[in-house]
């Protein structure tokens, strides 16, 4: 709820913001996630050098993925979708929150679409996986 809120609030739930933030006219949004993204780095930096105590319990469980090909499809079906929809899944689930009933629409798709991926993404990454060699 306090993420919604916080969503809402930036303006991140806003489809015409997300626009303009995709089409470079207003980096208002593009500043907020920027800001979001240093402050995890941040965060995460403080787990990852704890040496006693509860967080050093959570930066055992913090390991390296490695890079996959999948990873460069799914960025992109990801950026796309959030583009053409104007949300990702955190401002979708916000959306619905405002009664923004269009939401439902993308939050059924992201449904769908991870539903779609443990179905045949091993396969498909294996695919990708044999084309880069």
């Given at each position: 709820l306090v993420f919604g809120y916080i969503l809402q609030r930036v303006g991140?739930?806003?489809y015409d913001a997300i626009a303009k933030m995709f089409l470079l006219e207003d980096l208002?949004?593009?500043g907020v996630i920027g800001?979001?993204?240093v402050v995890a780095g941040i965060g995460l930096?403080?787990?990852r050098r704890a040496r006693s105590g509860t967080l050093a319990r959570y930066?055992?469980?913090i390991k390296e993925k490695p890079m996959k090909p999948g990873l460069v499809v799914g960025a992109i079906l990801f950026g796309a979708g959030w583009a053409i929809t104007g949300t990702c899944p955190g401002t979708g689930l916000a959306q619905l929150g405002e009664g923004q009933l269009m939401a439902l629409f993308t939050v059924t798709g992201m449904f769908l679409g991870t539903a779609l991926y443990l179905r045949v993404g091993a396969?498909?990454?294996s695919w990708l996986?044999?084309?880069r060699r």
């Open positions: 991140a739930t806003d208002h949004l593009a800001v979001a993204v930096g403080v787990v930066a055992a469980l396969r498909v990454e996986d044999r084309a």
